[in-house]
């Protein structure tokens, strides 16, 4: 089946840094992939849509400086966050579109910014 | 625009019983349906979908749920519980068929109880 393959697992970051998270699509082409945040205990929020090959569709409220989606191939989707701070701590899900109503996620990124 | 909600946040069982999660669910279009299950600080396994056809879906580990389009229900169920099952279950809606991203309940944790 489709797997998508989400690294690091978990990362911990000063404050001020920045950390990329990458989601690769291992046995298919990824044309439109999801990324996802959950804080503890709560459900999954959409944070942006990306197209391979154009701009990422964020979400209201999000930061689309400060959460960069690139989508350069149909292979990988990178999620980068730019000058961490320690309330953009959490966990970051991608999900790839497969076929018809087919999502698959990656295995999650536990972000702590420090 | 699409939403699901998920009656209780928290259900407890004893090993053995009926599971029996609720998701009712509001679209303008006919939806797209999903039960995912969810361990700690892991992604999304998906349990079952219902898109289009038989109404009554059956997933993987024993569970099932059933479309009522007059309830605007997708309940998930399962006859006999494992301690293994013990989890954050999440049910999600297409949003715009099946290339939309995926709408999230806000969850339930089972506990399974010996």
């Known amino acids: 089946g489709a797997v998508v393959s989400q690294h690091p697992s978990r990362v911990i970051c000063k404050s001020g840094t920045s950390v990329k998270i990458e989601c690769r699509s291992l046995d298919f082409q990824a044309t439109t992939m999801f990324w996802y945040r959950q804080f503890p205990k709560q459900s999954l929020m959409l944070m942006a849509t990306?197209?391979?090959?154009?701009?990422?569709?964020?979400e209201q409220g999000v930061e689309k400086d400060k959460f960069l989606i690139n989508h350069a191939s149909l292979t990988l989707s990178t999620l980068t966050v730019t000058s961490a701070h320690p309330e953009d701590s959490s966990f970051y899900i991608c999900?790839?579109?497969?076929?018809?109503?087919?999502?698959?996620f990656g295995s999650g990124t536990r972000l702590t910014v420090v | 625009a699409q939403s699901v909600t998920q009656l209780g946040s928290h259900v407890s069982v004893s090993e053995g019983a009926l599971v029996l999660l609720r998701c009712n669910y509001s679209s303008s279009v006919p939806p797209y349906l999903f039960w995912y299950v969810q361990y700690p600080n892991q992604g999304l396994q998906l349990l079952l979908k219902?898109?289009?056809?038989?109404?009554l879906v059956k997933g993987i580990n024993g569970f099932e749920a059933e479309f009522k389009k007059s309830e605007t229900s997708f309940h998930l169920t399962k006859p006999s519980a494992h301690m293994s099952d013990a989890a954050e279950y999440f049910c999600a809606v297409s949003e715009g068929g099946s290339q939309g991203n995926l709408i999230f309940g806000k969850g339930t944790k089972l506990s399974v109880k010996p």
């Open positions: 219902y898109t289009t056809g038989a109404t």
């Open positions: 999900s790839a579109l497969v076929g018809v109503g087919g999502y698959t």
């Open positions: 990306s197209n391979e090959g154009s701009k990422a569709t964020y």
